[in-house]
């Protein structure tokens, strides 16, 4: 069985989990820029969570099914429909060959997940991932999809605490919280000020490398060059203009720029699913709490 792109979209790729362990040779591990609703779709499905997924940003591409098989959407809500009719976000859709998915408008959130029951061919993989760098979907791709039956799929009612501990606050990044960073103590202390207590909003250049971010120049308290150090999605580096970069899943592997912090691991889903313009403040934790979030979160997974 097959999904076939007819309408490219804006700038859909494929992604898992990432490619993590080739940072050393330079290689980004990429990834969804929202983990959590990518896994949530796949554990709908059945699937492992490390399964690939199609990454959509609004346009998002129009797919055909060529064979009859499970779907699932989940994350930004596009208001997808199937044959022009609607269909729900977070649960288990059979589609039918020459059936055709489509979107209609952005409603909230930024990037879309669709996964399907089975996994790619492996010969699809490279340095262990299905990752796409830079290589967008295309009108006219086809992927051959390998699984094993296409029995019945219903919601599992267990699922049901997973979606919400998924979707609680996705869409409501009022706060974000970070852990402050070696360059942290440099700021001069009119900026901590101005960071702490002033609104950001995601700059319109923003992309999956970088969340260039729109608010109060911040400066150092002195000038000071820093040698370059490991990067990773979530670093905060501020840039000599003053203004404030987060970056993402298709992060460089090492930066020089003053790093003033990491955005916890829970909050990043969140924060990636932030429309550009859209408002929030920061919020300093601790690492022990990061911990503790992420791993509540991320047990949810294993029930």
Not at 272 to 279: D, G
């Amino acid at each position: 069985m097959s999904i076939k792109i007819v309408k490219k979209g804006l700038s859909d790729r494929i992604e898992d989990l990432g490619r993590y362990g080739y940072q050393a040779l330079g290689i980004q591990p990429s990834g969804p820029m929202d983990f959590l609703s990518a896994q949530l779709a796949n554990a709908i499905l059945e699937n492992d969570i490390n399964n690939p997924v199609f990454e959509l940003h609004f346009p998002a591409s129009i797919f055909e099914f060529e064979r009859a098989m499970y779907i699932c959407i989940s994350g930004a809500n596009f208001v997808p429909v199937i044959n022009e009719k609607s269909v729900a976000l977070n649960t288990p859709i059979k589609v039918y060959p020459k059936d055709q998915l489509s979107f209609l408008q952005p409603l909230e959130g930024r990037t879309a997940y669709l996964a399907f029951k089975g996994t790619l061919d492996r010969n699809q993989q490279w340095l262990n991932s299905y990752c796409s760098f830079q290589k967008t979907l295309n009108k006219g791709d086809v992927f051959d999809i390998v699984t094993d039956h296409c029995n019945e799929i219903i919601l599992d009612p267990t699922k049901l605490h997973l979606i919400q501990a998924v979707q609680t606050e996705l869409f409501d990044a009022h706060a974000i919280r970070f852990i402050p960073g070696p360059a942290w103590n440099d700021l001069a202390a009119a900026s901590i000020q101005l960071l702490m207590e002033n609104s950001f909003s995601i700059d319109a250049k923003s992309n999956r490398m970088g969340f260039l971010l729109d608010g109060p120049a911040i400066h150092l308290s002195e000038p000071k060059q820093y040698l370059s150090s490991a990067v990773t999605r979530g670093t905060m580096q501020l840039l000599p203009n003053g203004h404030i970069i987060v970056l993402m899943a298709d992060h460089q592997t090492i930066g020089g720029y003053a790093n003033l912090g990491q955005i916890i691991l829970v909050d990043l889903p969140k924060f990636a699913q932030l429309n550009n313009h859209s408002h929030f403040k920061f919020n300093i934790a601790n690492v022990q709490t990061a911990h503790e979030l992420y791993r509540t979160k991320q047990s949810c997974f294993k029930h």
